[in-house]
């Protein structure tokens, strides 16, 4: 509605301003302001925000060229709309202030006509500006909405597959480190603890587990109900995936003691090839399968609250620099009997 436009008149005569602004209250623009010099006018725009600016192009202290290039080299006031006021003698400097980024002329005396085409076409285009700046910027808040989303549940180099082609590629990494981390009695403590109570515990404890992974240059890769899964080397580069995963894992254990309600873990680190991609079309996912993950989840299983276990696979790569011992041969599902080691420190 015309009304809801903000427009500065900005002339040195007060007989001129007087006649436009009368002008425009007949033609429902009633939220108007007045300058007399360019000055007083750059003053005012940096004081509110103004639809159009109405600019003569002869004035004292800081004419109408001056003032023009002034609005259009200021970072916040460049896209308001500039219509020059001109005597019909002054039509050539008004070309230039035109090229120079003014939106529009009003020849002086005013025309009733002329005037109100001219100023509702410059407020159309302010208007439809205005909405394509709000569109894209809704549009760069869905975007980094979806970064925050991909961020909270993709490992990195994922994320940055997927922007490059719209795509992660399914394909299997070798002397991956899997790390499998999971709750003691959980089920228990939810069934006893107000929803609130433990999501808000959980999300604590999924923080401290995704900036964990972070700091040892292990990738989260996701939460299953009440475990966690993080890789070592799959798309980020480690030099040593499985003594860095145990690390983790011991700080881990560590971490989940010290935070409300004290929670008790068992970690589980096996090391090997995996198959890594994209799954879904719509609410898709980054996943691991093969067989160095499954083994990896049971090993979890095995360990006792707040216990590390590594397979005999991986254990070698790490035993001059780890702590631990065997816990003896345990029978895991589909593998028979396995040597496990508990690890209790990183040297």
């Not at 549009?139 to 994320?159: M, Y």
């Not at 700091?215 to 299953?224: A, D, N």
């Not at 990896?296 to 620099?321: C, F, G, H, N, T």
Request: aromatic share 6%; net charge negative; proline share 4%.
């Amino acid at each position: 509605m015309t009304d809801h436009a903000k427009i500065l008149i900005v002339d040195d005569t007060e007989e001129n301003r007087y006649t436009l602004g009368h002008r425009l209250r007949r033609e429902g623009y009633s939220d108007l302001s007045f300058a007399e010099d360019g000055e007083e006018a750059l003053a005012k725009l940096r004081a509110e925000n103004y639809d159009l600016v109405l600019l003569d192009v002869m004035m004292p202290v800081l004419d109408g060229y001056e003032t023009l290039a002034s609005i259009k080299t200021d970072a916040v006031l460049r896209n308001v709309p500039v219509i020059m006021i001109s005597a019909v003698d002054e039509v050539e400097s008004v070309v230039r202030c035109i090229e120079h980024g003014a939106e529009d002329y009003l020849p002086k005396p005013f025309n009733p006509a002329l005037l109100r085409a001219r100023i509702g076409a410059s407020l159309s285009r302010k208007r439809f500006r205005d909405q394509e700046t709000e569109y894209l910027g809704r549009i760069e808040a869905e975007k980094a909405r979806v970064d925050q989303l991909l961020q909270a549940t993709w490992p990195p180099g994922a994320i940055k597959e997927y922007k490059e082609t719209g795509f992660v590629r399914p394909r299997r990494f070798d002397g991956v480190a899997v790390l499998f981390c999971d709750i003691v009695d959980f089920t228990a403590y939810c069934d006893s603890h107000a929803p609130e109570e433990v999501v808000t515990h959980l999300e604590a404890l999924t923080g401290a587990f995704e900036r964990l992974t972070d700091e040892h240059g292990l990738e989260k890769i996701k939460t299953i109900g009440d475990a966690f899964l993080a890789t070592g080397g799959l798309l980020r580069s480690l030099a040593d995936p499985a003594l860095a995963a145990v690390s983790c894992g011991l700080e881990i254990i560590k971490a989940a003691n010290a935070m409300p309600p004290g929670w008790h873990v068992r970690v589980g680190i096996h090391g090997g090839p995996v198959v890594a991609g994209m799954m879904g079309s719509q609410n898709c996912s980054f996943d691991l399968w093969g067989d160095t993950v499954n083994l990896a989840a049971r090993i979890a299983k095995e360990a006792q609250p707040d216990q590390l276990l590594v397979s005999e696979a991986i254990w070698p790569s790490i035993r001059d620099r780890c702590q631990g011992g065997s816990v003896g041969q345990t029978e895991l599902k589909g593998k028979g009997k396995v040597e496990l080691i508990a690890c209790h420190s990183v040297a």
